[in-house]
């Protein structure tokens, strides 16, 4: 498992003819093609109960030997302390339960149950017979570890799921498979939200990690897939783990290139360089993607948002009215027409996705700008010097910044047209074009308007998060006083019930939406392009598109990913 | 002809940025779209009025090409503009003041010179954030300091000139010097620098556009391309429409300007004038007399020339003649001096001989070496004929040698040009002759730089006369040597006239030095003969006020002197 | 440049002074480009830590949590403090860890230089050779109709944006005709021998094309200058009497024209490391300008400092090579002893 570099062929250098005897090869160390003795998913208990038979032809026919699977960006070496690109995480961790907490009912994974006690507290029996990797035996302690080591270790995107939403308290292991969790408060949600979210460390090799944040060893962990090799802005090259436990994958190699160009990309998936991109086909070359019959694409509805942040504790957004006005202002069909060609939802039923089982089906999010208008003149902000824009109560000029990446372009483009849309109801928009790190900046130091940007499954699928991300900073500030914002999320931290807290989070989400300090633009949609006739029993879970290890597990990996093992 | 074409090249430029210019100006109210409007769907083909299409939210793209061009060509400007005012500031001051505030501002150019360009440009685009006033802002940090350096070398030139030494003299402020002298005398040269940094401007507007440095909102040329390349605008047909036009219309400014900037250096840039390869001079058989006519008298001269002329066009249509109808016989082992003033057709008239005018000359008459028509040869039988039968000691024989090889190799390749001989024969031949010409073996190993003077020109002598040659032009071969040298050499050259009973033409413009070697003289002026006869004759018969002039002119005591030294 | 040399080499006493004066120059370079490195990104908006630890984590961060961060990272201290700290990593060219990869700054910078060197020794090579042909072609012809026509041709070339004149490469060859894959520089996995040169070679052709077509203007033009300069000198009249043919006349004014363009060449060495950001950009290219690109995005300062650091040192190498080098083409500037009584 160590990482193959690749050699420095110096001398290489110097003459170029030399890399026709040496280049740079680093050829693939170990040969464990596809020569595994067992059936698809003999073995796994899991397994035991699912109509072992196959009824689709393609999941008989497949067992793939490699695929190559285009990536868009570097993830270092899945250290999930730098990384949160989670499709690619949990192809080599896994968690307690799946597929993730954007489904109504997680199954077991690396738990083999979990009970609920009473309001606090949850019994959890793993699985046995599970090894990591490196071939240690996974064991109740590593669980135990993990969620530990995520609540008192450095921060990570997990650590407040443990600490904060829900407040996991102590610990216990009562024998060599079995745990006990207690929480602070009621955490009905556990087993379907915080063990779906979590992916589950190694004890043997964390414990030994100075500073989590300059680990840079190849990620171990007990998935269906081994990271055997990484190279920087180069490739990731998994192979298959053949022992997992829900049966050995059905495709014994996979190999990512990392491309970070988009037309490279889509021009490498068209001459058959990569079988996959995980890239989204862009809007505009949906039309002709699969002109000429060599690739397919399927549609999966993204869960994600992309949204304009308003800076809620800055004027003139601290006023509800006022983030209730630009909303009313946006006309996201036309958006949605113009600059994604009509290939996203238009944000009209508002945060969170409209596809989480945990969202209100009822939200709506009007585009209405005599509304809007009527809301402004309401709350003192209008013309008074008859420029066609208003002014603030106090007759100052009225000035808001947008900022938008410049590296992305439909981001940019997006904004052109919320300029025009808000001037229209008289609000003097500016776009402020600033590289992805100064936005990054603006970001956490607070000093925007309104920031263009997009937020993924985590923050709009995820029921908890909702709450946490009116803690975090994000959607509200803990210590900002918001008393109907506040008053909800006490009674949802007393609520004992997942569908009573389910009720509760729907009230937050239309208060919310009547004066969002995210103004929900579209919902975006993606459309993954593929080789048909080198694999094609893709597989959508929410969240995660069609590119995740469900994908590469025959039909219990269906089962899981569709939420209906 | 040649700065005619430098001339269409120049106006080619103009016309190019002329037409861009109306594009700009004029393309707007032309366009039927409004470049912010989206007027089509997106990404249209080109065809509905959309002449190249639409973008990737339905704006027309040819709208956006014309919007851009005021972008992209302000930037440039203005970004030129920029660093020429930094560069002049800088420049002035270094090269003006001098001393402390020269050696540190020099210095300062040097280390900013030395930065890596592109990478900064980068990094200082980034930080800064993307906009207008970024680009231009790093485009002028990073030009300044090239023309800083050219203005302060051209006003060190001038500084030292006539108007600007007596302005000082009569007490002028440096303000005043600066403003009615040096600047006016520099400007016109920072022209092409000008022009090259306004193409170095666009060009790096476009690529700092192109990585998303500069404003995307500001439609420029670059933020199209950034914009295109973004939306995939390759892996479908729409490059053609949205990638190559934006281009297309940077190649065409920057190259307008290249073109106009290339003109412009031709014309103040003297340096670049001296060569050219224009045709090839080929003897106008309409006019002058026939050659035949000169044939009757029999062959006993080694040199006759007949009714050789020589013009060069003017670009009124009218010729301005360099050599009048000249007749000049040498006889074998004679030494004819051909005695002028410069302008007087000297220098030409041994360009004639050898064939080697240089166009747009036009020669008439002519010139038969031994008997043999020289104007009638071809090329290859010239150049058979060049150092082995006639050899020329070139003007300015101290510049004569290839700077970058030894003596050897030149006398080596002197010799085998025109004869097979073994390694060893060479060898015999290059020390004889420099045993001939008075120079030592071991300098056959030096570069014409570390020979003094004098040591040149023999070594020059020595390769002229190489291939024994039975007719050598010297012209003016002591030119730039100090009077004993030149003793010496005239020396040299009549003790080897008379060894090897050469035949010479020997031209000067020192009528005492011509008076002491040659057995007849020839008086030139203004491109004609206007006396000749033996030097005794002259100096006391002529009555030619040309001769008497020159007669008049020499010190006697210089002259008495030279005679003595060249009887050593 | 080459005046600059040539003075350095003339004189005999001033010598040292010269060669001192020199080396200070480079230092005092370096020293800026190291203070620059340092300071531009700190002065600038922009958050390190969201790229060392994930942008999602650093916005959830309360200011304490983000102070541990940083320290983790190594982004803590006062400006002085890790400008000392960066000086002195740079003396002993210990450059760090980059924080977006995770790994040495040297392995990466190591990792990337070859890739770079790969496609711009070659354009170097090739579109010297190419321009001082026709450079030296367009001279002797100087104002006929194919001198104009070379000229205008590599004007039109010199015009164009390398970016873009790559992208209309990757458009017709890449994606229409398929010739040539368009993205990055080795094949997606390395199988090694023969297979895998041959894919490492096709994907230098573009650009390496790019880069020779954009720069054989500068090339050609000073070549064309400087061959017009030797054109007009008085040993090339010398050379016509001696009866040498036309390309024995053209090597002679080429050897000398030739010595501008070596300086040029030797100096812009550099550009191996440099050179090809934009053109590598556009390729997809894994050397060192997209890696430059790449970590300046990032807000990765080690990585960014270190490249830069290359980059100038390049510079310098390539000012030293020209100056030290230039000797062995012009016999002028050499030292020797002098010929004895050569007055």
Redesign the interface.
């Known amino acids: 498992m160590k990482r193959v570099r690749?050699s420095?062929?110096?001398i290489?250098?110097?003459l170029?003819l030399i890399?026709?005897?040496t280049?740079?090869?680093?050829?693939?160390s170990n040969g464990s093609s596809g020569q595994g003795a067992e059936g698809t998913d003999g073995g796994s208990p899991a397994a035991a109960s699912t109509s072992a038979s196959e009824s689709a032809s393609a999941v008989k026919a497949t067992s793939v030997e490699e695929l190559?699977i285009g990536v868009a960006a570097?993830s270092?070496?899945l250290?999930l302390?730098?990384?949160?690109d989670d499709y690619l995480l949990d192809l080599v961790f896994d968690k307690l339960f799946g597929p993730s907490p954007y489904v109504d009912e997680p199954q077991p994974l690396l738990a083999e149950s979990a009970e609920q006690l009473d309001d606090f507290t949850w019994t959890l029996k793993v699985r046995d017979g599970v090894k990591w990797h490196d071939g240690t035996p996974f064991t109740a302690d590593d669980v135990k570890f993990t969620f530990e080591y995520y609540r008192d270790g450095?921060?990570?995107?997990f650590s407040?799921h443990v600490s904060e939403v829900p407040k996991i308290g102590t610990i216990e292991k009562l024998d060599d498979t079995t745990l006990k969790f207690t929480c602070e408060y009621a955490c009905p949600s556990l087993k379907t939200v915080t063990f779906a979210d979590l992916p589950i460390l190694a004890k043997h090799i964390w414990e030994n990690v100075e500073?989590p944040?300059?680990?840079?060893d190849l990620a171990i962990g007990t998935g269906p897939y081994k990271l055997v090799e990484y190279v920087?802005?180069?490739?990731y090259?998994f192979e298959a783990n053949e022992d997992y436990f829900l049966g050995k994958p059905t495709v014994s190699k996979i190999?990512m290139?990392i491309?970070?160009?988009?037309?490279?990309?889509?021009?490498?998936l068209?001459?058959g360089?990569?079988d996959v991109s995980a890239k989204s086909v862009?809007s505009?070359?949906l039309?002709?993607?699969e002109d000429g019959g060599k690739l397919k694409v399927k549609r999966t509805a993204e869960l994600a948002i992309v949204e304009v942040k308003l800076n809620y504790d800055k004027e003139p957004f601290v006023n509800e009215s006022f983030r209730n006005a630009l909303s009313l202002s946006i006309d996201r069909q036309t958006i949605t027409d113009?600059?994604l060609?009509g290939h996203a939802r238009a944000g009209v039923t508002g945060y969170p996705h409209p596809d989480s089982p945990w969202t209100n089906p009822n939200l709506s999010t009007p585009y209405d700008v005599e509304a809007a208008r009527a809301v402004l003149d309401g709350i003192g902000y209008k013309d008074t010097n008859g420029d066609g824009l208003r002014e603030d109560p106090n007759g100052q000029p009225l000035k808001i910044k947008l900022a938008v990446s410049?590296?992305e372009?439909t981001y940019?483009?997006t904004s052109?047209?919320l300029k025009e849309q808000f001037a229209n109801t008289g609000i003097d928009v500016a776009?402020e074009?600033?590289?992805?790190?100064?936005i990054?900046?603006?970001?956490?130091?607070r000093t925007f308007d309104m920031i263009i940007g997009m937020i993924g499954a985590?923050g709009v699928g995820d029921p908890d998060q909702f709450v946490m991300s009116h803690y975090?900073?994000?959607l509200w500030k803990k210590d900002v006083p918001y008393p109907a914002m506040d008053t909800l999320i006490e009674q949802w931290k007393q609520e004992t019930t997942i569908e009573g807290r389910k009720l509760i989070s729907f009230q937050m989400q239309e208060l919310f939406n009547k004066q969002p300090t995210s103004l929900t633009v579209y919902y975006p949609e993606q459309n993954w392009a593929y080789n048909p006739d080198k694999f094609a029993d893709w597989v959508e879970t929410p969240g995660y598109g069609m590119i995740h290890k469900y994908s590469f597990l025959g039909e219990i990996g269906k089962q899981y990913a569709t939420n209906n093992a | 002809m040649r700065s005619n074409r430098a001339g269409a090249m120049g106006l080619v430029g103009l016309f190019m940025l002329a037409a861009m210019l109306l594009f700009t100006l004029l393309g707007p109210a032309l366009i039927p779209y409004d470049p912010a409007e989206r007027s089509g769907s997106p990404l249209a083909a080109p065809g509905n009025g959309h002449l190249l299409g639409t973008n990737d939210i339905g704006q027309d793209i040819l709208a956006e090409l014309a919007t851009g061009a005021r972008v992209s060509l302000t930037i440039g400007l203005v970004g030129a503009l920029a660093s020429m005012l930094i560069g002049v500031a800088i420049g002035v001051l270094a090269g003006y003041r001098g001393g402390w505030a020269d050696t540190l501002l020099m210095r300062l150019v040097d280390v900013s010179l030395t930065l890596p360009f592109l990478p900064l440009m980068i990094v200082i685009g980034v930080f800064l954030g993307p906009s207008m006033s970024t680009q231009i802002l790093v485009i002028a940090i990073l030009m300044w300091a090239k023309v800083a350096r050219e203005l302060r070398s051209q006003i060190l030139s001038v500084r030292t000139r006539g108007p600007v030494q007596a302005a000082r003299a009569m007490g002028a402020g440096d303000l005043y010097i600066l403003r009615r002298h040096i600047l006016p005398m520099t400007v016109p040269l920072m022209i092409p620098q000008f022009i090259q940094a306004v193409t170095a401007s666009i060009l790096m507007e476009s690529s700092l556009s192109f990585l998303g440095l500069g404003d995307p909102l500001a439609k420029s040329w670059g933020s199209i391309l950034f914009y295109a390349n973004a939306r995939s605008a390759f892996l479908t047909d729409a490059w053609i429409w949205w990638v190559v036009p934006p281009g297309l219309c940077i190649v065409w400014t920057v190259l307008g300007c290249s073109f106009v900037g290339y003109w412009l250096e031709e014309r103040v840039s003297p340096r670049l004038q001296s060569y050219t390869a224009l045709g090839k001079i080929t003897p106008k058989k309409t006019a002058g007399r026939p050659a035949s006519a000169a044939r009757t008298g029999g062959e006993s001269a080694a040199l006759r020339i007949d009714g050789l002329s020589v013009r060069y066009p003017k670009a009124g249509g009218e010729a301005v003649a360099a050599l009048r109808d000249i007749d000049l016989a040498v006889h074998p082992a004679e030494i004819v001096g051909i005695v002028g003033e410069s302008g007087s057709g000297k220098t030409t008239m041994a360009s004639a001989i050898m064939q080697m005018l240089k166009p747009p000359a036009a020669r008439t008459g002519s010139i038969r070496l031994g008997g043999d028509e020289l104007t009638a040869l071809s090329d290859r039988e010239l150049r058979a004929a060049r150092g082995r039968r006639i050899a020329l000691i070139p003007q300015a024989a101290m510049n004569a040698l290839n700077p970058v090889w030894t003596v050897r190799k030149q006398l080596t390749e002197a010799i085998r040009c025109h004869r097979k001989l073994s390694r060893a024969d060479t060898q015999a031949r290059i020390e004889q002759l420099l045993g001939q010409v008075g120079i030592e073996p071991r300098y056959l190993a030096a570069y014409p730089h570390e020979l003094s003077g004098g040591m040149r020109q023999r070594v020059v002598i020595a390769m002229a006369l190489v291939n024994e040659p039975s007719f050598v032009i010297a012209d003016e071969p002591t030119t730039g040597l100090d009077v004993l040298v030149q003793v010496e050499i005239i020396a040299l050259l009549k003790k080897l006239q008379q060894e090897l009973g050469l035949s010479m033409i020997f031209i000067s413009h020192d009528l005492p030095v011509v008076k002491r070697i040659a057995d007849r003289i020839v008086i030139l002026d203004r491109g004609s003969v206007v006396d000749e006869g033996t030097p005794g004759h002259l100096s006391v018969h002529s009555g030619h006020p040309y001769t008497r002039k020159l007669m008049d002119a020499i010190p006697s005591i210089g002259g008495r002197q030279m005679r003595q030294e060249v009887q050593l | 440049m080459n005046n600059g040399t040539r003075r350095l080499f003339a004189g005999g006493r001033p010598l040292l002074l010269r060669a001192g004066r020199k080396l200070a120059q480079y230092v005092l370079v370096i020293f800026v480009a190291l203070t620059l490195n340092f300071a531009l990104p700190r002065l600038a908006p922009g958050d390190s830590l969201s790229f060392a630890i994930g942008e999602a984590l650093a916005q959830e961060m309360t200011p304490e949590q983000r102070a541990q961060a940083m320290k983790e990272v190594g982004l803590d201290g006062s400006l002085l403090a890790q400008y000392g700290k960066f000086l002195k990593g740079a003396l002993t060219l210990d450059l760090g860890h980059s924080t977006k990869f995770g790994e040495p700054v040297a392995e990466v910078l190591a990792d990337r230089l070859p890739w770079t060197l790969r496609i711009v020794l070659p354009s170097l090579i090739l579109s010297a050779s190419i321009a001082v042909g026709l450079g030296a072609y367009a001279a002797w012809n100087r104002g006929r109709k194919r001198d104009l026509f070379l000229l205008a041709g590599v004007l039109t070339l010199e015009s164009m944006p390398g970016f873009w004149l790559g992208m209309i490469l990757i458009a017709v060859f890449g994606v229409k005709l398929g010739w040539f894959p368009t993205y990055g520089a080795a094949p997606l996995f390395s199988t090694g021998g023969w297979s895998y040169a041959v894919a490492v070679m096709q994907r230098m052709v573009l650009p390496v094309s790019t880069i020779t077509l954009v720069s054989l203007g500068s090339y050609f033009l000073l070549t064309r200058s400087a061959m017009l300069d030797s054109l007009g000198q008085d040993y090339m009249m010398m050379a016509e009497a001696k009866g040498l043919g036309t390309r024995k006349r053209m090597w002679h004014a080429l050897r000398n024209a030739l010595l501008p363009v070596y300086t040029h060449m030797t100096m812009s060495l550099s550009l191996l490391v440099s050179g090809a950001v934009v053109v590598e950009t556009v390729f997809s290219y894994p050397g060192v300008g997209s890696l430059l690109y790449e970590s300046v995005l990032a807000r990765d300062y080690p990585l960014m400092q270190g490249v830069f650091l290359l980059i100038t040192l390049a510079v310098i190498a390539g000012n030293l090579l020209a100056d030290l080098t230039y000797p062995l083409v012009d016999p002028r500037v050499r030292i020797r002893k002098p010929l004895e009584g050569s007055r």
């Open positions: 690749e420095k062929g110096w290489s250098i110097v170029v890399l026709l005897a280049g740079c090869s680093s050829n693939g190559k570097d270092g070496p250290n302390y730098t990384t949160s450095p921060q990570n995107r407040h500073n944040r300059k680990f840079t920087p802005d180069q490739y090259r190999t290139p491309i970070k160009d988009q037309t490279a990309m889509f021009n490498a068209r001459a360089e990569i862009p505009e070359l039309a002709n993607i113009t600059v060609l410049s590296a372009p940019i483009r052109e047209l776009v074009v600033l590289d992805p790190s100064a990054t900046a603006i970001s956490s130091e985590h975090a900073g994000y």
